[in-house]
């Protein structure tokens, strides 16, 4: 039998929604998909040619990562938190993995990603290590209080960090972020206007492309992004900026595929990196229906050695609202009508099996001549499916 | 655990690059798919969360229809060639199956379709049954020479039609469709000046939407369709009669789900209903990128009785071409670059194992301001990926 395709199978670390949205395009371009995650028929397993299931809690299998490696030629991720030691076990089985396990080391562990974006002249807000509860005292004199407390690894989402008002809370903040068995580091506390980000993807021959500059807001209780506005209703400056530093940033992690970069905007109009991740990010999700190449395509092909393709949007503003979590027991038939009535409005729902309180269950996005209209109606398509 | 859509599985019969998009479409909307195939590892059944392998070559399997339908409690099709017989037994099962038995048992027989459409008081040719070669000299003398031979039955892209311009050619003909174990019907030849397609998509409600008129282009050697222009170079006087047509042609079969309508525009301006097929269409995977809701996705949420989304198109022209097999070994690697390095080709392909002569291997789709830059864009896309 002849083989209809060069490429893959495609291996993906992670069954969530980032593998299955990147299975989707994997799809289209006909290459097929191996999925790997801890438990069986996750989102992303389940529309995927082949599963390899890692036992336990662990990524660190050898006979799991023998499988997988045999599966799958080249190998991406979906989930930054696979140590990068697990990721050079699969090189060393022959498979290529994109991102490269040191740029995703030095990611992994935010303080040398700090490092990092420093080292390459990129605005960070100051940061400097932590040992002990003790250390916060002293650095406090530096920084300034209050200080924003984060632990060094498996962050995410607003957890991993705390804001200490003074040393009082010192211990108890570093308890809580898991000290002494996680290591620390502290930041300067910003003051931001707006959060932007920007979707960057890079090939493996170093050429990228930069999506178009966003806002993201987050919900104020549960830490976790509510909705992004595309593109972010700012200053052309400070878009050409952000743009500017987020490819830059992903340039000095060397890093391959679609990488999110987070920013905040400051109140004197200067931009500070707040994170890297090292995968297609939520704030790029819009770019599906709303650009000529969705961050999952584009993903798909860097890692795979392909040309990348336009990134630009195709109407004049483009809205998302997650569907967060609600602990509905299962997607409302009446409330997904609802939502689809809503003219325009693109429902996307994972397939996760269980909703629990702000856990990403699904999307909206809209496009429109106006930020005001395709928000709107992505809202209301998002209000009308609670799940 | 809680189950997080009450929707689906969704089952599709059938495992081509029809039922492979009806599937991506479904994962978008977090909904398993199940396909059932008559052999394994099928382009849709390796994205779907469920595969039933029908043994042999028939459909007509007693424990795998059941398996199908417990699978699946509801049940459409990508292959209209599975015998009406078939899709009833599947709902014996208690499931319901959409399109329903009738529609597909009508429009499997191409002369009741005609009947049915000719009743509707839609445009068809005058056709004629044929019981036996000796009936066409007869037939002859009402409707002219050449006639148009066709099979009742299982044909497509051109097989199942034999051209017979004398009495002299008429039992060759009629053995070379099959008979006397198939049964035959003829047509008056029609002289047309191009070929239009409308994508119908009818809901469980019987409210449907009607995707823009485009024209067909086919290969004159291969009888398969090549092109894809959308909207069609029509007056739109012309447009809105075929959109008229369409719809009431699905009504009259009581279609549910997406549709394709094939029309001849003759000479005098005038159209003429070709052919019915009950299921996602070739003229129709524009839509993925080129209207606000593709005929996938609108197929998707008909047969789970979901509301329907928009049909418009997104930009002012889209140009599809069918990359059909050239025999090649696989996928070439330089060659998808190419393709993939012209600006705004969307690149799909199946996944087929085996490129043959003619075979549906993939398809390029462009947007554009006209169809001139459209089309030239998808062509151009198209020849740098021989297949």
Redesign the interface.
Same mark, same amino acid.
Request: glycine share 10%; proline share 7%.
């Given at each position: 039998?002849? =083989?209809?395709?060069?490429?893959g199978p495609l291996g993906i670390l992670g069954g969530g929604q980032l593998g299955?949205m990147t299975?989707?395009a994997a799809? =289209?371009?006909?290459?097929?998909?191996v999925v790997a995650e801890r438990f069986q028929?996750s989102p992303a397993a389940?529309?995927?040619?082949h599963e390899v299931v890692f036992p336990g809690a662990t990524w660190d299998d050898d006979d799991a990562i023998e499988r997988f490696a045999d599966l799958a030629p080249v190998v991406t991720l979906e989930n930054e938190f696979v140590d990068a030691g697990v990721l050079r076990k699969i090189e060393a089985r022959g498979s290529r993995v994109w991102p490269g396990p040191t740029s995703v080391g030095t990611v992994q562990d935010k303080l040398r990603q700090k490092h990092a974006l420093a080292q390459a002249g990129l605005p960070v807000p100051p940061f400097r290590r932590v040992e002990e509860p003790g250390d916060l005292l002293h650095l406090a004199g530096e920084l300034g209080w209050p200080l924003m407390l984060k632990a060094r690894r498996d962050g995410y989402d607003g957890s991993g960090n705390v804001l200490v008002a003074n040393d009082a809370g010192s211990v108890e903040a570093c308890r809580k972020l898991g000290w002494p068995e996680r290591t620390l580091y502290v930041e300067r506390q910003v003051r931001f206007l707006r959060e932007l980000a920007v979707i960057v993807v890079r090939g493996r021959d170093g050429q990228s492309v930069v999506y178009p500059v966003v806002e993201t807001r987050q919900d104020p209780l549960l830490h976790v992004c509510r909705m992004v506005l595309a593109p972010a209703p700012v200053d052309p400056v400070i878009a050409r900026e952000a743009a500017r530093v987020a490819k830059a940033a992903i340039e000095a992690m060397d890093g391959v595929g679609a990488w999110g970069v987070e920013l905040f905007l400051l109140e004197d109009g200067s931009l500070s990196v707040n994170e890297l991740a090292p995968r297609p990010h939520n704030s790029g999700h819009y770019s599906i229906e709303g650009c000529?190449t969705s961050q999952f395509e584009n993903h798909v092909?860097a890692v795979l050695?392909?040309?990348l393709?336009?990134p630009t949007l195709?109407?004049p503003a483009v809205g998302m609202v997650n569907l967060l979590g609600q602990g509905?027991?299962?997607?409302? @038939?009446g409330g997904?009508?609802r939502a689809?009535?809503i003219?325009?409005a693109?429902?996307?729902?994972?397939?996760?099996?269980?909703?629990r309180p702000g856990r990403k269950?699904?999307h909206v996005t809209a @496009?429109g001549q106006s930020l005001e209209d395709a928000m709107d109606r992505a809202q209301r398509a998002a209000n009308a499916l609670p799940?």
């Amino acid at each position: 039998m002849q =083989r209809a395709s060069a490429l893959g199978p495609l291996g993906i670390l992670g069954g969530g929604q980032l593998g299955r949205m990147t299975a989707e395009a994997a799809s =289209r371009l006909g290459v097929d998909v191996v999925v790997a995650e801890r438990f069986q028929r996750s989102p992303a397993a389940r529309i995927a040619a082949h599963e390899v299931v890692f036992p336990g809690a662990t990524w660190d299998d050898d006979d799991a990562i023998e499988r997988f490696a045999d599966l799958a030629p080249v190998v991406t991720l979906e989930n930054e938190f696979v140590d990068a030691g697990v990721l050079r076990k699969i090189e060393a089985r022959g498979s290529r993995v994109w991102p490269g396990p040191t740029s995703v080391g030095t990611v992994q562990d935010k303080l040398r990603q700090k490092h990092a974006l420093a080292q390459a002249g990129l605005p960070v807000p100051p940061f400097r290590r932590v040992e002990e509860p003790g250390d916060l005292l002293h650095l406090a004199g530096e920084l300034g209080w209050p200080l924003m407390l984060k632990a060094r690894r498996d962050g995410y989402d607003g957890s991993g960090n705390v804001l200490v008002a003074n040393d009082a809370g010192s211990v108890e903040a570093c308890r809580k972020l898991g000290w002494p068995e996680r290591t620390l580091y502290v930041e300067r506390q910003v003051r931001f206007l707006r959060e932007l980000a920007v979707i960057v993807v890079r090939g493996r021959d170093g050429q990228s492309v930069v999506y178009p500059v966003v806002e993201t807001r987050q919900d104020p209780l549960l830490h976790v992004c509510r909705m992004v506005l595309a593109p972010a209703p700012v200053d052309p400056v400070i878009a050409r900026e952000a743009a500017r530093v987020a490819k830059a940033a992903i340039e000095a992690m060397d890093g391959v595929g679609a990488w999110g970069v987070e920013l905040f905007l400051l109140e004197d109009g200067s931009l500070s990196v707040n994170e890297l991740a090292p995968r297609p990010h939520n704030s790029g999700h819009y770019s599906i229906e709303g650009c000529v190449t969705s961050q999952f395509e584009n993903h798909v092909r860097a890692v795979l050695g392909l040309p990348l393709g336009e990134p630009t949007l195709v109407a004049p503003a483009v809205g998302m609202v997650n569907l967060l979590g609600q602990g509905a027991p299962c997607v409302s @038939t009446g409330g997904l009508e609802r939502a689809l009535r809503i003219p325009g409005a693109h429902v996307h729902l994972y397939g996760k099996h269980e909703s629990r309180p702000g856990r990403k269950m699904g999307h909206v996005t809209a @496009t429109g001549q106006s930020l005001e209209d395709a928000m709107d109606r992505a809202q209301r398509a998002a209000n009308a499916l609670p799940i």
